[in-house]
């Protein structure tokens, strides 16, 4: 498909009216909207082929037979990204310095996703245009160079913050469903107003130290929330306040989106020496640690398990170890979820170049 575009630029600094900007040699706006189009999910989604393997059982045998390998959807069309995005350049003393700043609003409309359906239909689900998510931020990078007494060097750094919520689903209840995992169900969910794929599940409130706040722990009529609990249990929040808690108290509890993405390079060069640094990162994203297994009793754990809480060393973070968890201590909930921030060190490089004498020879 051919998708639209167009950029305008506009050098300030080349006009006699602008007055002079003391260190600033180049200053750079720049306009861009355009939009980009995605059908990446194979041939012909909007007709079924024929599977001629499939297996029917009739009286007492099995025959092969055909039917179509999954529900077409004829309404299927290009998934497209709309970008709109506004930039400054400068660049100071004499160019050594350039920075860049950049504001984006990028909508895709149309995202194509395949659309779950009751299992009973009995065939495989089809792709279709589900929704459109927004990712709004802003990029900035800097960047120095310099070259005094035999030294040359140049140190870049680069950073993006960006907001990303779902603006439009197309169903009644507003929700896609997401990530499965086989020993907790759903663990993602995308809804209207929230970032795509956040994690779901329930909220908790420290840690039971005493029979006390178990019977303390009730809802809006007086009833306990968990009668069945023991200090030492997690203590779960009745997000919809209907006295109950229940799979209608899911809700977002980590994102896994950064808020911030960042990046540093440097390089030196001095005589026959040569260095280079490349370090990443990203600030604000959570992941859900799935090393923690509700289903399984005879496994490693974490050193965590070591600060559990017990009657002579409570924890209001880590619950009691029972082999039988009848609070449902380890349903998938914000205890599940740790920071995922991190800043890694991608590449050192640090080089040497032999005499040219050597290298002749």
């Known amino acids: 498909g051919t998708f639209p575009s167009l950029g305008v630029s506009w050098i300030i600094s080349d006009e006699d009216f602008i007055p002079s900007l003391g260190p600033v040699n180049t200053l750079k706006f720049r306009a861009n909207w355009g939009v980009n189009g995605n059908e990446n999910i194979g041939d012909y989604q909007f007709i079924s082929l024929m599977n001629y393997s499939r297996s029917y059982i009739f009286g007492g045998g099995r025959v092969i037979g055909a039917s179509p390998s999954f529900i077409e959807n004829a309404d299927i069309h290009w998934e497209e990204s709309e970008q709109i995005n506004v930039a400054f350049d400068v660049g100071a003393f004499n160019n050594q310095l350039t920075a860049s700043i950049d504001y984006y609003v990028k909508t895709t409309k149309g995202l194509l996703e395949r659309i779950p359906i009751p299992a009973h239909v009995g065939n495989d689900p089809p792709v279709a245009n589900v929704g459109s998510v927004q990712n709004q931020g802003i990029e900035m990078s800097f960047n120095w160079r310099h070259f005094v007494k035999g030294l040359r060097y140049s140190v870049g750094v680069n950073a ?5 919520k779902m603006i439009k689903i197309g169903n009644e209840e507003g929700v896609l469903p997401g990530a499965t995992w086989a020993v907790a169900g759903m663990v993602t969910r995308t809804e209207l107003g929230l970032p795509i794929a956040y994690f779901w599940g329930y909220q908790t409130n420290g840690i039971f130290q005493s029979q006390t706040e178990v019977f303390q722990h009730i809802g809006p009529t007086g009833q306990m929330l968990q009668p069945n609990a023991k200090p030492g249990d997690v203590r779960f929040v009745d997000v919809n306040k209907d006295g109950v808690i229940n799979e209608q108290d899911r809700t977002m509890i980590g994102n896994p989106t950064p808020d911030w993405t960042f990046g540093m390079n440097a390089s030196l060069e001095y005589k026959q020496f040569d ?12 992941i859900l640690n799935g090393g923690i297994r509700q289903d399984l009793r005879f496994t490693n754990r974490t ?21 039988i ?10 205890l599940y979820i740790e920071d995922g921030s991190y800043i890694r060190v991608k590449n050192v490089q640090l080089g040497y170049t032999l005499p040219a004498k050597i290298q002749n020879r």
């Open 325 to 334: 968890d009848v609070n449902n201590n380890y349903r998938v909930s914000d």
């Open 275 to 286: 260095f280079s640094m490349f370090i990443i990162g990203t600030y604000g994203n959570d």
């Open 160 to 164: 993006s913050y960006n907001q990303n």
């Open 303 to 323: 050193t965590a398990i070591l600060d559990r809480w017990t009657p002579d060393k409570p924890s209001n973070t880590t619950p009691r170890y029972t082999w």
